[in-house]
């Protein structure tokens, strides 16, 4: 199975230590044509991804979010603007969504409180659980899928960091922490 995610690596090896994961790079044509030349049986890329490419005509499977948990802020479209420009705040307000928005605060806030990094096997996802609710999930592992930690929480979507931060206060009771500083030694090694 051929992926570019160290989160993904250190998911699929948790869940079936019999794959052989190998890393692959480039833009999702390369890794689809990877796919289709290689001896890989299956690439896992960001569904996100394809759909803003229009290939889901690709997608053989969707792995489960409970069990795969996606990256801080999967998906999410973010527009960068001059905070001082009243024309272009009102124009991001008109297409902008509070749902997307508190979920990627509370998920960006686990990322934030575990010193979490582009090297580090950490997954974190937010839903509306409806009632003012969200709804967090959050999972962190080692490359070699040996040892994770999850937790799932309900939170105030009125609060979306606050909930983010509770998860990962969670998440370092039960040694998230220490497998992280793990996780980034293992990654620095040739």
Not at 26 to 34: A, V
Not at 147 to 154: I, K, N, P, R, Y
């Amino acid at each position: 199975v051929g992926t570019s995610s160290i989160r993904r690596v250190a998911q699929l090896r948790a869940a079936r230590e019999d794959l052989d994961v190998v890393a692959i790079r480039g833009n999702i044509d390369t890794r689809l044509g990877k796919l289709a030349e290689s001896d890989l049986d299956a690439i896992v890329l960001a569904r996100a991804g394809l759909q803003r490419l229009d290939r889901e005509d690709t997608i053989g499977a969707t792995l489960d979010p409970a069990r795969f948990v996606p990256a801080p802020g999967q998906g999410v479209l973010a527009l960068e603007g001059r905070a001082d420009d009243a024309r272009v705040k009102e124009a991001v307000q008109a297409i902008a969504d509070a749902d997307t928005f508190a979920c990627l605060l509370a998920e960006r806030a686990v990322a934030r409180e575990l010193d979490a990094s582009c090297h580090t096997p950490l997954g974190a996802y937010a839903a509306p659980a409806g009632g003012g609710r969200l709804c967090l999930r959050a999972w962190v592992g080692l490359p070699d899928g040996s040892a994770w930690v999850a937790d799932e929480l309900l939170g105030q979507f009125h609060d979306p960091e606050a909930l983010g931060r509770e998860v990962a206060a969670r998440l370092k009771l039960a040694g998230a922490g220490d497998m992280l500083e793990r996780a980034e030694e293992m990654a620095a090694r040739p």
